[in-house]
């Protein structure tokens, strides 16, 4: 039976619109340039442009960077090639669903031994999210990717924190938060978005252990934990 861990966003109009930045909320970590970058390989369909993996990844960078965790992106074009990757994303076209109607937007598998290296994105459901969502209006096609984009890329950002910090755990706020607005993911503004300080330093920790010992855990039947948004009908 899988068993699912749900982060709930709820779609809902924000005093706060979407696209405005508060620069003054931001919280500054000072940069861990001696830590080593994670690689990760990117799986995505041929018809998903390179400007849409390449945004994606960057929002991921951005809201992980401050905290001195990098990666190191790549792009592939067959599964072939995965087994050869510690970690890696792939972004599935199909729409994925739990019970009651809830669209996914990212998970990740989880068996006995922790987070499997195996992280999915739904750029369907992404698509689904920005078009209701109130707060959104018309956009041009290149602001609809970008905004398609940053949700993907934070849904990732979430994802990744339940394989670096090895935890199923949700917390009330920060990166690991499980309930939030659905204009949290399209505004530009990223507060709400930082690991806190001991997810920092755990995810720290994480960095020099795996990349010294070419960590890869085998894969098991596995359990589910899914970044979830309520279909607004």
Known sequence: ????????????????????????????????????????????????????????CAETDAIWRPAGITFEWHRVTSTDVLPMWSLHVTIDERAKELNGGRAVLGWIPFTADGPQPVIHLSRSNAEQLLLRTPAIGDTTISGHETLVARAMGRALSHELGHYILRTKVHTPHGLMRAVRSSEDFFRFSRDGFEPSASEREAAALFARRAMGTGYAPARRAARVDPMVALRHD
Not at 8 to 22: A, C, F, K, R
């Open 1 to 56: 039976m899988i068993a699912v861990l749900c982060l709930t966003l709820l779609i809902t109009s924000l005093n706060e619109g979407v696209g405005h930045h508060h620069p003054g909320r931001s919280s500054v970590w000072p940069e861990r340039t001696s830590l080593p970058a994670i690689p990760v390989a990117v799986l995505a369909p041929s018809d998903i442009k390179d400007a849409l993996v390449s945004r994606i």
